[in-house]
């Protein structure tokens, strides 16, 4: 047994290093490491309630919406408000936005770039990939930041700014839209719409979202073999067995996303064992054994607290152990296709485990299913009608907000005194991905999906599986330890 240290990773927001154990070529062991601590949750302390919608965005530069929304529907859980139509319909399109700009990024910026890497040089695809993702240079780039650039725009007529956005607030959305606002966004998302169909996929977004099985998809590669590339990286993945790689815990976690009236157009669940099961969020328990964190029982987060403790015996990692009922859980955007009931992702599931393959296939489906979805929810804003209830001061409360960020589930949990913050604790999408072992000695979900991983000769830094691995669950390490 040999021990190796990965990291820092690049192409990863934040700082990320991974201890491996390492037999016959391959992992045996995984132990990840969250190396930087901040602290938001106690600059939170003692501030008034309204204070959360300007410091939690700050969290984070790539999904500060989402930490504004979690914000916001855990201060309007706190004060009793329902967000009139409008607002709920502003609300959506500005997370779906940034959700869908992310899952664009990470695509083309953080996680196709490793194929164009020399290590592949032997194999047939290389040399069209290498000209098409290769980092900075490669050609991809000169498509993908124009048309991502240009989708944001929508999120000048929705919040104001990004990131950082004030827009989101508890009673709704505090930036109501003109009639020439609203006929740019549909034409902005008819723009981006002609760029995905035209350059990622090759086809229209419903047939891509209308994919109901493996089968489906590989006739689908085969009929798209050159067109777009989507179709590009299908090849790459069967070729390199990417479906074969990077099993976790096969539990899989949704808060539900994009509420609509009573119901959420994603819905709340866990899937386990190929069964949908209610989600009981009473359940989740913060372990803090193997974490830099002062405590010793596993608390709840709405009783939780979050305190440095550098230097404790037995840590490795700043970031907590979430559980579900003591469960490893894993979350994203895979996550949510199958508690949604996507075909294709359960089919996928279903024949390999999570995989890295499927983690990607599950950002491009969440794409494909949400622009149309959008087109619609900019059809049925009303010009003229109420996009925000007035907010008064809180008093004392308590509060949770649960949302879907793009790397998944993200909780806000709030309690005020006295009308101050007295508790204010957050579980980013990241930490339950890639949390530490927890006091019954469970590896988390990037631990376990390193598991087996082969270790290539390779002088380019990080091996290439690795790499594959930790990029297929999309890490935001600023957001593992506020």
Request: aromatic share 8%; glycine share 8%; charged share 20%.
């Amino acid at each position: 047994m040999k021990r190796l240290m990965v990291g820092p990773f690049n192409r990863v927001e934040g700082d990320l290093e991974v201890a491996l154990d390492i037999a016959e070529g391959r992992v045996q062991a995984a132990y990840v490491n969250s190396p930087m601590y901040r602290g938001f949750e106690q600059m939170l302390k003692d501030k008034y309630p309204l204070d959360a919608l300007v410091y939690v965005p700050r969290i984070c530069g790539i999904c500060s919406v989402a930490q504004s929304a979690a914000a916001a529907q855990a201060l309007a859980h706190a004060m009793g408000l329902q967000p009139p139509e409008n607002g709920r319909l502003a609300a959506n399109l500005t997370i779906a936005a940034e959700n869908l700009a992310d899952h664009l990024s990470h695509f083309y910026l953080f996680f196709m770039p490793d194929f164009a890497r020399s290590f592949y040089k032997g194999r047939a695809w290389f040399s069209d990939t290498h000209a098409r993702f290769k980092a900075v240079s490669g050609s991809a780039m000169a498509d993908i930041l124009p048309a991502r650039a240009k989708f944001m725009h929508l999120m000048g007529y929705l919040a104001g700014k990004w990131p950082h956005t004030l827009s989101l607030q508890p009673g709704g959305s505090s930036r109501p839209l003109e009639s020439a606002e609203q006929i740019r966004l549909a034409i902005l998302l008819a723009e981006f719409r002609s760029f995905l169909e035209r350059t990622l996929f090759g086809d229209q977004l419903e047939s891509v979202a209308n994919l109901d099985s493996e089968s489906a998809l590989l006739a689908w590669m085969d009929s798209h073999t050159t067109s777009a590339d989507l179709p590009h990286f299908l090849s790459i993945a069967y070729d390199l067995e990417l479906h074969k790689m990077g099993r976790a815990s096969d539990r899989f976690m949704s808060y539900g996303a994009y509420h609509d009236g009573d119901d959420s157009l994603l819905p709340s669940g866990l899937w386990e064992n190929g069964e949908l099961r209610a989600l009981d969020i009473s359940t989740i328990r913060e372990d803090v054994s193997h974490s830099w964190m002062e405590g010793e029982a596993a608390l709840a987060p709405a009783i939780g607290h979050t305190l440095p403790h550098p230097g404790k015996a037995g840590a490795y990692s700043w970031c907590k152990s979430p559980r579900l009922d003591g469960h490893v859980i894993e979350t994203g955007a895979l996550a949510r296709q199958l508690v949604a009931g996507h075909p294709l992702a359960r089919d996928l599931v279903a024949r390999y485990g999570g995989n890295v393959m499927a983690r990607v296939i599950a950002r491009m489906l969440e794409i494909a299913c949400m622009v149309p979805v959008m087109e619609e929810w900019v059809r049925r804003i009303r010009l003229g009608e109420p996009f925000c209830q007035a907010v008064t001061g809180l008093e004392d409360g308590s509060g949770i907000g649960l949302v879907e960020a793009a790397r998944g589930s993200l909780g806000h949990w709030i309690e005020v005194r006295h009308g101050r913050i007295y508790n204010y604790q957050i579980i980013a999408p990241t930490t339950w991905n890639f949390s530490p072992r927890d006091a019954a000695g469970k590896p988390g979900a990037l631990e376990q999906a390193l598991v087996g991983v082969q270790i290539e000769e390779n002088n380019e830094g990080a091996p290439v599986a690795v790499q594959h691995v930790v990029r297929s669950f999309d890490p935001c390490m600023v957001c593992t330890v506020h």
